[in-house]
């Protein structure tokens, strides 16, 4: 790696990932849903699924964000956008991991939690990059 948002990049890049197959893998019914929405259903209810599904969506948008603020793919045409962007999921990121912090579900605590402040770290590492 040549920088600290190299780093950041890959990191944030591999985390969103993970996350768009776990929420895609949740909308299908998989039973993963004690570390997702509380964690009071194993396999999630219908509403929840389609949440889930938009939630992978999300996690895609993320991961090309990441990835053109990294400089991997293309971006530049799209500068104030991916900038914005990147600034949103840091927020989106760091909400999530305070939901995860309050939530009963053991999963979303201890995984959910910490994974929602690396990614936060790395985004907004990602964001105040020159």
Known sequence: ??????????IASVG?????????LLALGLPYG??????ANSVLPAKLRFASALSSIIFLLAFYVVLARGDAVGGEERYALVTIGIWAFAALFAVSALANVASHSRWERYLMAPIGVVLTVCCAVLAVKP
Do not use: E, N, P, Y
């Open 1 to 10: 790696m040549s920088s600290l948002s190299d780093t950041a990049a890959v």
């Open 34 to 39: 004690h570390a997702a929405f509380g964690g």
């Open 16 to 24: 969103v990932a993970g996350l768009a197959v776990f929420q895609f």
